[in-house]
């Protein structure tokens, strides 16, 4: 009789919970919900193949434009037997002052893309005017110098190329703004262009051309630190010099003048 009335008052203390099993409309929830996650994990699988199909998409076309703008700076330097190897060893250049200038900039890809293209726009140039032994004339430098925007042009609607369009565009620019097309100065010229700068002249000084012979090291590297200031970025300069002062391969000399570029 006590037991009762304690059940009573405090609720049953052997009170058994109601079991989800024996509720019809809760069974048919838990059944739902288990067909909804085999659905949504489908839906998830499905998409990341997707997913990964268009990366895969995406790396193709990126592997051929980049083949198809190499092919056509090739072609670029074949006019000129004097050039031969100047895009392999001037991305070589320009990557290795790039890292000890700005080590960030360095890893982007389309740094080193504008470092190999920077002279794409020469494919529009007659080779009259750019395999010429002899002084060009005035009307002659105005076709050449316009081969930096016509290489822009060129690489420009290439959706990965970014910061490479620049490059290609300015890298005959002058920190003192005595440059071409644009007349940029200082820090208005792309970091990565006032690096390209003096890669592309150091390689240019030590090169033979019709005109002249090669200068040693040591006199391009003395022509590079005159033009710290006016032609060069100071604080680029200052790690060039470090770079050619470390030798530890940075100069390109022998038959390593003319390497494999496989950055790109």
């Known amino acids: 009789m006590n037991r009762n009335l304690n059940d009573l008052v405090h609720g049953g203390s052997e009170a058994v919970s109601p079991d989800p099993g024996d509720d019809p409309e809760a069974g ?11 659905e949504v994990g489908v839906l998830y699988s499905a998409e990341r193949v997707r997913r990964l199909e268009l990366e895969h998409a995406l790396e193709s076309a990126r592997e051929m434009y980049v083949a198809t703008m190499k092919s056509l700076a090739h072609v670029v330097e074949a006019k000129d037997p004097t050039t031969r190897g100047h895009l392999d060893r001037t991305a070589h250049y320009g990557l290795a002052l790039a890292r000890k200038v700005d080590p960030e900039l360095a890893e982007r890809p389309e740094v080193a893309y504008g470092f190999f293209l920077h002279d794409i726009g020469k494919v529009g140039i007659p080779e009259s005017i750019l395999c010429k032994a002899s ?9 050449m110098r316009s081969h930096p ?11 990965f190329m970014g910061e490479a369009v620049e490059i290609v565009r300015s890298h005959h620019e002058r920190f003192d703004g005595a440059g071409y097309p644009l007349g940029l100065a200082g820090e208005d010229i792309p970091l990565s262009a006032r690096i390209f700068a003096i890669a592309d002249s150091f390689d240019a000084m030590t090169s033979d051309r019709p005109y002249r012979s090669a200068l040693s090291t040591e006199a391009a590297v003395k022509e590079i630190l005159a033009g710290s200031g006016t032609q060069f970025d100071p604080t680029c300069v200052e790690a060039f010099e470090e770079l050619a002062a470390e030798d530890d391969g940075f100069v390109l000399t ?8 496989a950055a790109i």
């Open 28 to 38: 048919s929830l838990h059944d739902q919900l288990k067909v909804f996650a085999r």
């Open 254 to 261: 022998g038959r390593a003048r003319t390497p494999s570029f």
């Open 149 to 159: 925007n016509q290489g822009a042009r060129i690489v420009e609607p290439i959706p």
């Open 135 to 143: 002084p060009l004339t005035e009307l002659e430098w105005v076709v």
